[in-house]
């Protein structure tokens, strides 16, 4: 039996948690876009999929996944839905059957454009010099890509 226990650290407080600080901010911002994007008719995760087609143009399924870090069965339902607001549409990729191709329509390409209000308002809410979340965004990315790399290495 150890008769001189070390004294037990205090465990970090909610607040002292970066996982706490990063998921409530992100809860935070998706309070502020929301009520935006539901104007526009479009759910953040649709947000998403089409930010990655403005980005490329065109894309699988399998591309978008990859680029939001999510499996292609969860893209495909948003799709879908995105093909029925006739923002996007979907074809074969002629070359490979099992893909499906995805690119934004002429109103897909114009819903860019009405949605430049969304970092707009996040400037405006977070009311703070816009160089500091520009910084503070770049920190985050290099966060993430780190701790994607050691998921990766770990296998």
Not at 70 to 89: D, H, M, N
Request: proline residues 6%; glycine residues 8%.
């Amino acid at each position: 039996m150890d008769t001189n226990p070390q004294p037990r650290r205090a465990a970090p407080s909610l607040d002292q948690l970066l996982c706490f600080s990063l998921y409530g901010a992100n809860m935070a911002i998706n309070r502020v876009y929301k009520p935006l994007l539901d104007g526009l008719g479009l759910t953040y995760p649709q947000y998403l999929v089409l930010n990655v087609l403005w980005e490329h143009g065109t894309e699988t399924v399998g591309g978008i996944a990859e680029r939001l870090a999510l499996e292609s069965s969860t893209i495909t339902p948003l799709v879908k839905r995105l093909e029925q607001a006739g923002l996007v549409e979907r074809r074969r990729n002629p070359a490979d059957e099992r893909q499906v191709v995805v690119s934004p329509t002429d109103a897909g390409r114009a819903m860019q454009e009405r949605t430049h209000c969304l970092g707009a308002e996040l400037f405006a809410a977070a009311g703070q010099p816009v160089e500091k979340l520009i910084a503070l965004t770049r920190e985050v990315q290099a966060l993430r890509d780190s701790l994607t790399a050691f998921e990766v290495a770990r296998g």
